[in-house]
Nanobody
């Protein structure tokens, strides 16, 4: 079992920046992907960005060029650096960990609120 703890959410004005962090409770030695999803009110949860244990990154089209997803495997941590924020980025952001072993195990953090004011 793995617990994920997120931090760094908050209120920011449009055009500003925030950095989210997610720490896993233990080291992961299997192939895995860590990422961030978000869910705005009345909308489905959507992928924001993810990074594999090998370093391959994927970004949603809506955040390309504005968000980056650094990862520190030694600290079991993934970040989401969010720049040039807009009110459309307002959502609850969830950290996700997928471990590919004999089966695929999927873990979620409790979520952190990001609110961008206009």
């Amino acid at each position: 079992q793995v617990q994920l703890v997120e931090s760094g959410g908050g209120l920011v004005q449009a055009g500003g920046s925030l950095r989210l962090s997610c720490v896993a409770s233990r080291s992961i030695f299997s192939i895995n992907t860590m990422g961030w999803y978000r869910q705005a009110p009345g909308k489905q949860r959507e992928l924001v960005a993810r990074i594999s244990s090998g370093g391959t990154r994927d970004y949603a089209d809506t955040v390309k060029g504005r968000f980056t997803i650094p990862r520190d495997n030694a600290k079991n941590t993934v970040h989401l650096q969010m720049n040039s924020l807009t009110p459309e980025d307002t959502a609850v952001y969830y950290c996700n960990l997928r471990i590919y072993d004999s089966t695929m195990n999927n873990y979620w953090g409790p979520g952190t609120q990001v609110t961008v004011s206009s």
